[in-house]
Each structure stands twice: as C-alpha cells, then as structure tokens.
C-alpha cells in the first residue's frame, strides 16, 4: 500500500518517529510541497496525508485509487470534502489533540497583556533596573485576573478548558454556543447572548470553528459594544476577525489589545494591518505545535489509519 506524506515538517521536523506509520506500508514523506506539485507526489498513492496542502476537486480528480485523505489537524477546509465523498474517499481528521495546549497558549496571551512580562524583562536586561532608584519598578498597568469576567464564544473541548483555567484564576465566566451543552456543574459560570458577552466580558477568546455564519464575527460592530479596557484573544481561526476593524479598535484604544496566534492569512502578508496595530500580541499558529500535542497527532492520525484499514473508519468528516 502506498502512503503519501505531503507536508510531514510541520507536524514532525525531526522531534517525533514515524515508525508506526512507515509499518503500514511503502511511506513516501515530504516535508512540504508545492502546489503545482501536489498530483505527481500524490498520485498512484492509496493513502494521503494533508495538513495544509490543499487537495481540491481539480486534484482529486486526477488521483485515481486514491481511498483516504488523513488531515493533520482539526480543520479540513484544505480538502473538498463534498468532491472527496462523490469519489468515495474518506477523509478524516484529528478533532481532540491540542485541547489542553490550545487552552495553555491562550493564557500564554492574557498573562502577556496583563503582566508584560516580556517588556518588564526587557527593560531589566536593558539596565533599568540596574538604575532604578526603587527597590522595583513597572512600565505597565499590572492587572490581576480575579474577579474579572472571561467570555468565551465557543463552548466546546477547548472553550471549557479556558474556562476551566480562568475559574482557577477566580474569573467568572460568560459562555455564548449555539448549543449549550450542560454546565450545571460549573461555579461562577452563565450562557450569555453575544450582545451581553461583548459588553460585559474583560477578556474574550474564541473558540469557535470557522463557519459562513462565524466569519468575521468579531467585526467594528461587535468591537464597539466590548469595554474599551477589554482585551480579545484568538487562537481558534483568523477569518473570525475583520483585520481591518480590529486594527482601527486597537488604534483608536476602542479595545485595550489583543492576543492572537492566528491570522486571516497565514503566513501574514506584509500589508496586513495588525502587524503594525497597537498593543497587539501576534504569534505564528503555534498554541496546536507543543511536542506533547504533536506526538498525540500523529498517533491519532495512525490509529485513524488502522480503522480504515480494519473496516470501521473513525472520524470521518464526509459521511
């Protein structure tokens, strides 16, 4: 059986074994691979495994005998799904992996913004300490996280892990999902329409996946009715903000900052407004990349593997 790898790098650049894999049959992995590129590596092969490349009808159609597209991530939006399922491959991808690092990452940014740790260290390896007449000193407003009120737009697996960490913190929490899933359990915690998150909330994170009626849900709109001592976070998906309208809030200290590990396109173009925007945290798409995350990836894409093979395909996004 003949396994494609199109893009193994981001997954695994050379910390993580693909041994497991390489025992299903012939491997051919590629660290990246452009796109004019994707049919000829991919073709003859029975398996294919994707994370950012993207296979779209026009490739599809030419990669006969090709059964399974593994996507090493939760997203699928690299894969026509609908094409896929007309030629009867299965695709599947890995929904749970990161949870616990997304959740980690994102408290990464909120504690940047609250504590600025990284310009208050600065400033000491610059010597201002060194000179300081005080026995310390801040640069920043210092801000402590009890009692604060997190909103969390997107309730699943990695929302209620925020939300756990922030109820850690002493937050409270405001919760908005188009399905409730029950909280009873939860202390300090109430679903809230988006209207009453936004303006009531000190912090909120997205946590919601990308849909037509989710893009650009964080728009001049909605970052008008947030307080303007506000921050916003998202690592979830980038096209969940309008670039624009977050630079002008952040400029116009409509909101206090923001922290963001995913972009509307990614890498960034240079043009991209929010490079430049004030008080604005920008990390490169790695809250998903600690090694413990990967290592669950790859063995989750595995075992996706061996179901398909064994007859009984589990997570499977083109039923």
């Known amino acids: 059986m003949k396994i494609v790898v199109l893009d193994g790098y981001t997954l695994n650049p050379g910390d993580l074994s693909w041994n497991r894999l390489n025992k299903l049959g012939e491997v051919t992995i590629f660290d990246h ?34 059964k399974y597209i593994g996507v090493l991530a939760t997203g699928y939006n690299v894969v026509d799904v609908a094409a896929a399922k007309k030629q009867n ?59 604060k009120t997190m909103g969390i737009i997107g309730f699943g697996r990695i929302g209620q892990s925020v939300a756990d960490i922030a109820q850690a913190f002493g937050m409270k929490v405001l919760g908005y999902d188009s399905s409730k899933s029950d909280q009873s359990g939860r202390k300090a915690f109430k679903w809230a329409e988006l209207d009453e998150l936004l303006a009531e909330s000190d912090i909120i994170s997205l946590h919601c996946p990308l849909f037509a009626e989710t893009k650009g849900i964080i728009n001049k709109k909605t970052l008008n009715k947030m307080k303007k001592t506000a921050f916003l976070i998202n690592t979830s998906r980038g096209p969940l903000i309008v670039d ?9 200290s409509i909101i206090a900052g923001a922290g963001l590990d995913v972009l509307s396109a990614e890498p960034p173009p240079a043009e991209n407004p929010l490079l430049r925007a004030r008080n604005c945290l920008i990390t490169p798409h790695i809250s998903w990349a600690t090694r413990e995350a990967r290592a669950r990836l790859m063995d989750i894409a595995v075992d996706n593997i061996e179901a398909f093979l064994a007859g009984n395909p589990v997570n499977v996004v083109n039923k």
């Open 33 to 66: 691979t452009p796109f004019d590129k994707t049919v000829e590596r991919a073709k003859g092969a029975e398996i294919v495994f994707t994370n950012k490349t993207l296979l779209g009808e026009a490739e599809l159609t030419q990669l006969e005998g090709l």
């Open 89 to 147: 491959i299965i695709v599947t991808n890995i929904p749970t992996y990161g949870t616990k690092s997304v959740a980690q990452m994102t408290f990464s940014l909120i504690l940047e913004l609250t504590q600025h740790v990284q310009h208050h260290s600065d400033a000491v390896h610059n010597g201002e300490w060194t000179n300081c007449r005080d026995f310390c000193f801040w640069k920043y407003p210092l801000i402590e996280l009890e009692g």
């Open 244 to 252: 624009e309208d977050l630079t002008e809030a952040l400029d116009h």
